[in-house]
């Protein structure tokens, strides 16, 4: 994957484990950083999307991302890192199905998913945020 004025090196090291759904190391030369603030299952009014349904609210979150990836002319494929906050890691399979909509499966960006008590607001379950390199 790469582009006039940004390349992207998605590479998984031998000695590491065998990642799913993401990529250990991206090295990203050239380009422009674009960082997006965790982004949480809010629609445009500011309304919580599903209520206790994580599929919901993480199809919520990912519509969020796009649309902040499309106002700086960008896409999933500029994508190199996700961060997930979960209230409720053992559903991480329910949110990489719905992830799995969005991302470049092929060249899936580095990942962090963390465990957290609770997100800055009652109802919501998860939150999360992205690196993006523009050309």
């Known amino acids: 994957m790469a582009d006039q004025n940004a390349s992207f090196q998605f590479t998984n ?43 919901a609210q993480a199809t919520q979150v990912f519509r969020n991302l796009n649309s902040a990836l499309e106002s700086v002319g ?8 996700l961060g997930f906050y979960f209230t409720d890691i053992s559903q991480i399979a ?25 997100l800055f607001r009652e109802g919501i379950l998860i939150e999360v945020d992205a690196i993006a390199v523009l050309p």
């Open 74 to 81: 960008a896409d999933f494929n500029s994508v190199v890192k």
């Open 13 to 55: 090291p031998p000695a590491l484990s065998k990642p799913v759904g993401y990529t250990h190391v991206v090295i990203v030369t050239g380009g422009r950083n674009v960082y997006i603030s965790g982004q949480v299952p809010l629609d445009a009014e500011g309304k919580l999307v599903g209520e206790g349904d994580l599929r």
């Open 94 to 118: 329910v949110v990489r199905e719905v992830r799995d909509q969005f991302i470049n499966r092929q060249y899936p960006p580095a990942s962090t998913a963390v465990e957290v008590r609770r």
